[in-house]
């Protein structure tokens, strides 16, 4: 099974840009799609993005969209996360996992989850 790393979370400003990246163990031939979810505490797991493998069709919560995108780079097995305009809302706990077969928004049907990285937007 593939493992998956997350990385790039750290502490910053109302406003700022941070760039997550999650790497692959290694490279997956097939129908797959890599999602980013995030957990604030005290809250439960929620969907952010996602993103086809060939990277054709990409997916976003509503309150990330337009300051978030998602990519990858098949060279470096790794899927990114930009994120921009943040606000302290977007504190949290940022996963990848992936699912294969066909798109969900569910964390549950998600698997080869990451460790997480953690993302503090405060002034």
């Known amino acids: 099974q593939v493992q998956l790393v997350e990385s790039g979370g750290g502490l910053v400003q109302p406003g700022d840009s941070l760039r997550l990246s999650c790497v692959a163990s290694r490279r997956t031939v097939g129908s797959y799609y890599t999602g980013w979810f995030r957990q604030a505490p005290g809250k439960e797991r929620e969907f952010v993005a996602a993103m086809y493998w060939s990277g054709e069709r990409t997916f976003y919560a509503d309150s990330v969209k337009g300051r978030f995108t998602v990519s990858g780079d098949h060279a470096k097995n790794t899927v990114y996360l930009q994120m921009n305009s943040l606000t302290p809302e977007d504190t949290a706990d940022y996963y990848c996992?992936?699912?294969?077969?066909?798109?969900?928004?569910?964390?549950?049907?998600?698997?080869?989850w990451g460790q997480g990285t953690q993302v503090t937007v405060s002034s």
């Open positions: 996992a992936r699912k294969y077969g066909s798109m969900s928004y569910n964390s549950g049907d998600f698997s080869s």
